[in-house]
């Protein structure tokens, strides 16, 4: 190599460092959907901007009535209460972020636990649940936040995740305002088991993300009592009401995991790095 073109060449190298060392936002503009190179996943961007999560009183009334018109057995009064735990109704703003396109599978949580040594999956085992392409279950609550660490990524808090679901027009379900039960695996489709992720397209929100309703509920990192984290999105045990985008809960079985609560990963925008994520090869 003559001097010359050594010289061009560090030159080079010297031009690109700081940009290789900035966030991936600031060099480009952000794409639709990246690729993890740890794990596999696809992730959907989420435009920063002003959202409206959680319910007014009267909003919650009456979308409770419109359900009770097309479905009137998905809305039991016996668990109406839960639904007050959506109030109040409030404006948040909310940064870049991208979001698993999908609830994190048995296929990549079989990967980390290969990698890491950590505890398997309590479902491994049983043929309902342990598909590679299934949202991994029987999976604790700190055993999910290992995975989003693990992966370069985090659990999401329950406002992003309500943020996710219900998107710039503040939709009561992730596809929209309509209720329809056949876009989402739940109860009244009579499976009683998770399916593959990605199974129901017709549900994906309006950014491109998918089984945000049913399939399984989410873990989300905000705490629903001292004990407890908030948990989203319904399973394939629930009907309309449940699946809502506004609804929260929790279950008392976290800490080992259960059959029907799996969890996605997210991540701030401006933590994208060009080394962290690549743009999706379509």
């Keep these: 190599m003559t001097i010359m073109r050594r010289v061009l060449l560090l030159s ?47 909003a919650l009334r009456d979308e409770l009535k419109s359900l009770e018109k097309v479905a009137p057995d998905d809305v039991d009064q016996a668990w109406a209460k839960i639904f007050e735990y959506e109030l ?28 890491t040594g950590a505890e398997p999956s309590r479902y491994r085992d049983f043929p309902q649940f342990n598909g590679p392409n299934q ?61 593959n992720v990605g199974s129901f397209p017709a549900g994906d929100t309006p950014e491109g993300l998918s089984d945000m309703a049913g399939n399984v509920w989410e873990f989300t990192s905000s705490f629903w009592n001292a004990k407890s984290r908030v948990m989203r999105g319904g399973s394939f045990l629930n009907d ?12 008392a079985r976290q800490d080992k995991g259960t059959e029907y609560l799996g969890f996605r990963c997210a991540i701030e925008a401006s933590r994208i790095t060009n080394q962290d994520a690549r743009p999706a090869v379509k």
């Design 12 to 58: 080079c190298r010297l031009a690109l460092a700081p940009m290789l060392a900035q966030p991936f936002a600031t060099v480009m503009a952000m794409p639709a959907e990246l690729f993890s190179p740890v794990d596999g996943a696809r992730l959907r961007y989420l435009a920063p901007g002003r959202f409206t999560i959680g319910v007014s009183q009267a």
């Design 135 to 195: 949202p991994a279950t029987g999976v604790g609550w700190v055993a999910a936040d290992a995975y989003c660490r693990w992966a370069g990524r985090r659990l999401p808090t329950e406002q992003e995740w309500e943020r996710a679901a219900r998107g710039a027009a503040s939709a009561m379900f992730p596809w929209g305002a309509q209720p329809d039960a056949k876009r989402f695996n739940g109860r009244r489709l009579g499976r009683y088991a998770t399916v």
């Design 240 to 251: 309309l009401a449940f699946v809502r985008a506004s609804v929260r809960w929790a279950s």
């Design 88 to 115: 109040p109704r409030q404006t948040l703003e909310f940064p870049a972020l991208y979001m698993d396109k999908f609830e994190v599978t048995n296929h990549q949580y079989a990967q980390f636990v290969a990698k």
